[in-house]
């Protein structure tokens, strides 16, 4: 099991920014594909955008339709720890935002979750 601790959440405006960063503990950080997940209160965890393990080419990210443009994953494998460039907040990405390990080829997680951090956004 990896273990995941994620932080910078917070509260911020409609329009506004944050950064999302995601510690994990595994000692081949940079051969697993990492993702983030949001649930809000009354809803189902969903995904939100994943990246690849790192190649020799380059890495590769896919990201949910509600967020692209908007959001932007990006990986440090020295610091072992994945983040989550968040621009032009809507209320709507209000969640308790959480990392993961992803199965290749899905959305599907691996690991136990985490705390989670959370993201509010006032209108």
């Known amino acids: 099991q990896v273990q995941l601790v994620e932080s910078g959440g917070g509260l911020v405006q409609a329009g506004g920014s944050l950064r999302l960063s995601c510690a994990a503990s595994?000692?081949?950080?940079?051969?697993?594909?990492m993702g983030w997940f949001r649930q809000a209160p009354g809803k189902e965890r969903e995904f939100v955008a994943k990246?690849?393990?790192?190649?020799?080419?380059?890495?590769?990210?896919t990201y949910a339709d509600s967020v692209k443009g908007r959001f932007t994953i990006s990986r440090d494998n020295a610091k072992k720890t994945v983040y989550l460039q968040m621009n032009s907040l809507k209320p709507e990405d209000t969640a308790v935002y959480y990392c993961?390990?992803?199965?290749?080829?899905?959305?599907?997680?691996?690991?136990?979750w985490g705390q989670g951090t959370q993201v509010t956004v006032s209108s």
């Open positions: 993961n390990r992803i199965r290749d080829g899905t959305t599907i997680p691996i690991d136990n």
């Open positions: 595994g000692r081949t950080f940079s051969s697993y594909i």
């Open positions: 990246i690849s393990a790192s190649g020799v080419f380059t890495t590769y990210a």
